[in-house]
């Protein structure tokens, strides 16, 4: 399974960014899809998750500014992220839980999202 995460960059704080992650693979047949972001030095950290129902968690750092979705005819989630703050600066990688079908989940890459002060 690829998963193809776009939409990161540079934005001011209090500015606006949506993220994208593209599956290889039908996203409802996923338990859940998630979110998490890691800075240099620190662990990976969760931000959101969404399950194949639509039932949705956000981390309570980004409650209220993050709002994680998904379409699945387009297999493909998304983070809309509103009234950004410099520490929000990090690399967002996607996860797939696909453990009923594969056994594991899966990772994408990442993208850079850097908010400036």
Known sequence: VQ????????????GSLRLSCA????IF?????????QTPGKQREYVAYITSWGSTAHADSVKGRFTISRDD????VYLQMINLKPEDTAVYYCNADFSSLY???FWGQGTQVTVSS
């Open 3 to 14: 998963l193809q995460a776009s939409g990161g960059g540079l934005v001011q704080a209090g």
């Open 23 to 26: 599956s290889s693979e039908n």
């Open 29 to 37: 047949k996923s338990n859940a899809m998630r979110w998490y972001r």
């Open 73 to 76: 005819a387009k297999n493909t």
């Open 103 to 105: 056994g594991h989940d």
